[in-house]
């Protein structure tokens, strides 16, 4: 294998990641060539102290920082929750509304296929309730 190769595989061989061909591959250069051991010793040794410094420490600044900004977008997206809301209770008086009048309308024979005909759907079902499967009047 030639070094090029060989480096391209260095952090995999160090994380013992490598297929064992491969890896035998990369044992045979390493025993040949002072370059690529040197390089592996690094990796080695980089890995090291990544693996013993641990999490870094967050000067408070930041975090006071940081949280001030979640706090305002999380308002701004109340207020336009509020908003929302708003619109959301509107459309529903509005649907409301309109439900109570067709349903007036139909009580009053205003709409219907003929004269009279949701008069006499309102009357019927106003006369007459199930009541455990018989029909009882009111």
Do not use: N
């Not at 649907?95 to 009053?108: N, P, S």
């Amino acid at each position: 294998m030639k070094c090029e190769d060989v480096r391209k595989l260095l952090v995999a061989y160090a994380d013992r990641a490598l297929a064992e061909t491969e890896a035998g591959c990369v044992r045979e250069h390493l025993d040949s060539c002072e370059s690529c051991r040197r390089e592996l010793e690094l990796l080695r040794a980089d890995a090291a102290l990544l693996r013993g410094e641990g999490r870094p420490e967050v000067p408070a600044y930041i975090t006071v920082r940081v949280m001030a900004r979640i706090r305002e977008r999380s308002g701004a997206r109340r207020a336009g929750f509020g908003l929302s809301l708003v619109f959301a209770r509107v459309g529903f008086v509005v649907v409301a509304a309109v439900g109570l009048w067709l349903g007036a309308a139909l009580g009053r024979g205003i709409v219907g296929t003929s004269p009279g005909a949701g008069g006499r759907l309102a009357r019927a079902l106003t006369e007459q309730v199930f009541v455990d499967g018989r029909t009882e009047g009111l």
